[in-house]
């Protein structure tokens, strides 16, 4: 028999979507196509449980139920009634609903929400013959409703904590990035783990945590649970077979050089224990991973040639009070054009000034979204010798 196919929707930080396409049609994704924010794509059941074990750039995996044109909220009403939602869930387990619009023409999202609300609990009470309870805070299934100005597509959410929670941040020090973003920079500065990396900036770890996870073939998901396990149409055998050999994949051998620093030597303590509840501990004790307390300025290239992956401090976060962001991103520019000669390096920041600042002219400068923050990551070719200050645009 063939297996079912569902519609599913994977959510992630605007600018990732292209990346996210090749990841999940490597996962056996089918029909995935970017839109804003996320990639819509198909595939069996089995396909929307390895997206949420072995996506690194998605933030959630959602399944679509119901789709259908609309043009006021008893239709959201209506569009719940063609769901079999007893087949999703028990009136036993609670419920929690979420609106999100982008040009609906409905007056009220609360409305709008309470009507899908109603709908899913009368239809469960008229199918099952009782009805969930809401529970916004730990619900044991929830809905997402997209609305745009014609239609609503109605999705249950099959990862439950976001993709990004890996399951080893400790301590988040200072302004981290989310572990799915800094996946998505290493993705479009296209290192392998063969390569050698330094985030020079490293802060509390995620992109050289990230790296390693990489490097050992180690599925971001592979300790923590999701929503899908929950749902009534759960199969848990096909789930038990993706886990066993996502286990089986981890490789401890990789032969990685994978450096990270910070002028905190907390945030690096944080960073180490952070590596250790990853699981790349090994990595850490035998100095393929390495953490090391040391200022941009003057940071040493742990290898002849390599990639610098890093999002240096910027103006909305905290800097360091001795001396103002702009000038020490000069300085570090003058570090690297003289020590990471034949090194490539890839900035995220918010702050178009920056390649100005360094006196480096990018190559590249794809825009990406840290949360809200329109971010540029800037890609500099570090090829030693002196280097003119290009105009910005
Ligand atoms: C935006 S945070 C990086 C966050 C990191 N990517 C994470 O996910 O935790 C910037 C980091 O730069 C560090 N920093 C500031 N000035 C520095 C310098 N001169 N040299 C090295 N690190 C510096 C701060 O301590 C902070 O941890």
């Not at 180490?272 to 501990?281: E, H, K, S, W, Y």
């Not at 401090?313 to 991103?329: I, L, N, T």
């Not at 690297?336 to 702050?351: I, R, V």
Request: hydrophobic content about 40%; proline content about 5%.
């Amino acid at each position: 028999m063939a297996a079912r196919s569902h519609a599913y929707f994977a959510i992630c930080p605007r600018g990732l979507e292209p990346a996210l396409v090749a990841e999940l049609q490597a996962l056996g994704a089918a029909e995935a196509r970017a839109e804003s924010g996320g990639v819509a794509f198909a595939g069996s059941p089995e396909v929307g449980y390895a997206a949420n074990l072995h996506s690194r750039l998605a933030s959630r995996i959602l399944r679509q139920v119901a789709r259908r044109g609309y043009a006021n909220e008893q239709h959201l009403y209506d569009a719940t009634q063609e769901v079999r939602w007893h087949d999703l869930m028990t009136s036993q387990q609670t419920l929690r609903v979420d609106v999100t619009a982008a040009r609906a023409s409905l007056r009220s999202l609360e409305f709008a929400m309470l009507r899908i609300k109603d709908g899913i609990v009368d239809r469960m009470r008229t199918l099952a013959g009782d009805r969930p309870s809401i529970d916004r805070n730990n619900p044991g299934v929830r809905v997402f409703a997209y609305l745009d100005e014609r239609t609503v597509t109605l999705y249950v959410d099959l990862s439950g904590e976001p993709l990004f929670k890996r399951g080893w941040r400790a301590d988040k020090g200072e302004a981290p990035l989310k572990e799915n973003l800094a996946a998505g920079l290493l993705a479009l500065s296209g290192w392998t783990p063969e390569v050698p990396l330094l985030d020079p900036f490293c802060g509390s770890g995620t992109i050289v945590i990230e790296a390693a996870t990489i490097a050992t073939r180690r599925a971001p998901g592979l300790n923590r649970s999701f929503a899908f396990e929950r749902l009534a149409d759960f199969e848990p055998a096909v789930w038990r077979r993706l886990l066993e050999r996502g286990r089986a994949a981890v490789d401890d051998s990789a032969t990685a050089l994978i450096a990270g620093s910070d002028i905190s030597t907390r945030v690096i303590e944080q960073a180490r224990t952070n590596a250790g509840v990853a699981g790349v501990g090994t990595l850490l004790a035998d100095g393929r991973l390495r953490l090391q307390a040391s200022d941009a300025r003057t940071v040493e290239p742990p290898a002849e040639r390599g990639v610098i992956v890093c999002n240096p401090p910027y103006g909305e976060q905290s800097a360091p009070r001795s001396s103002s962001v702009p000038k020490m991103m000069g300085e570090v520019g003058d570090h690297l054009k003289t020590a990471f000669a034949g090194w490539q390096a890839w900035f995220l920041t918010s702050d178009r000034q920056l390649p100005r600042q360094m006196r480096l002219a990018e190559t590249r400068k794809p825009v990406l979204y840290n949360g809200a923050l329109e971010c540029r990551f800037f890609r500099f070719e570090l090829v030693g010798g002196r280097y003119r200050p290009r105009a910005i645009s």
